[in-house]
């Protein structure tokens, strides 16, 4: 069965506290690993797409990594205003044109200042 | 921007009632589905459409039926409101053949007495 989880749950850091979230999955033919950052009372907006093992994007002071197992997100000196959910989510080959997302449950990050 | 509008931020409604979640993206995207997010349990798919009147099942439908009449508009509906309906809607779209990059709506609170 697909699965997708994250961890932690939840993650309280200090401003400038680098750290990393983790993604596992297990999916048969993947197509792409997504995270998306959600603040309270809003969507999800998407942050970062990756396709291949040893793939790596970086945005601000966000770095996404890919292996054939976990997807890390790292947060290197995080501000205040990076406090959110961050969620993981795998499209699998289904072999047709579907192109659905499993979405774990999401890490939660507050970062104090 | 991409915009993805729900009609409603927040909806209280009774056991037994018929409710319609709508939602409305300007983009001319044709796919277009419906989440809903309930705490430890993440997002969970309920129906998706590809296209005008076309629509499938995601991992959840029961209780949920859709209609997808215009390519801007897709419309969840809750035949007969029950207590375990109450939940976060989320709505979500993307353009054929691009990634898929899912655009979000802010979401409709659903409170089912």
């Known amino acids: 069965e697909d699965q997708v989880t994250q961890s932690p749950e939840a993650l309280r850091l200090q401003e400038g506290e680098s750290s990393s979230l983790n993604c596992s999955y297990t999916?048969?033919?993947?197509?792409?690993l997504f995270w998306y950052r959600q603040d309270p009372g809003k969507g999800p907006e998407f942050l970062f797409t990756?396709?291949?093992a040893g793939e790596e994007k970086e945005k601000e002071r966000l770095k996404a990594t890919l292996t054939k197992k976990e997807s890390f997100l790292h947060i290197t000196a995080p501000k205040p205003e990076d406090s959110a959910t961050y969620l993981c989510?795998?499209?699998?080959?289904?072999?047709?044109?579907?192109?659905?997302?499993?979405f774990g449950t999401g890490t939660l990050l507050a970062v104090q200042p | 921007d991409v915009k993805v509008t729900q009609s409603s931020r927040y909806l209280v409604k009774r056991t037994g009632e018929k409710v319609f979640l709508e939602c409305v993206q300007d983009m001319d995207h044709e796919n277009m589905f419906w989440y809903r997010q309930d705490p430890g349990l993440g997002l969970r798919l309920i129906y998706f459409s590809y296209d005008v009147k076309m629509k499938e099942k995601g991992d959840i439908p029961e209780g949920y039926s859709v209609s997808r009449e215009k390519k801007e508009r897709f419309s969840l509906i809750l035949e007969s409101a029950s207590t375990n309906q109450t939940s976060m809607y989320l709505c979500?779209?993307?353009?054929?053949?691009?990634?898929?990059?899912?655009?979000f709506g802010a979401g409709t609170r659903l409170s089912v007495l």
């Open positions: 990756l396709y291949s």
């Open positions: 999916v048969s033919g993947l197509r792409g």
């Open positions: 989510a795998v499209q699998r080959d289904y072999g047709g044109a579907t192109n659905k997302l499993i």
């Open positions: 979500a779209s993307y353009p054929r053949g691009a990634e898929n990059i899912q655009y």
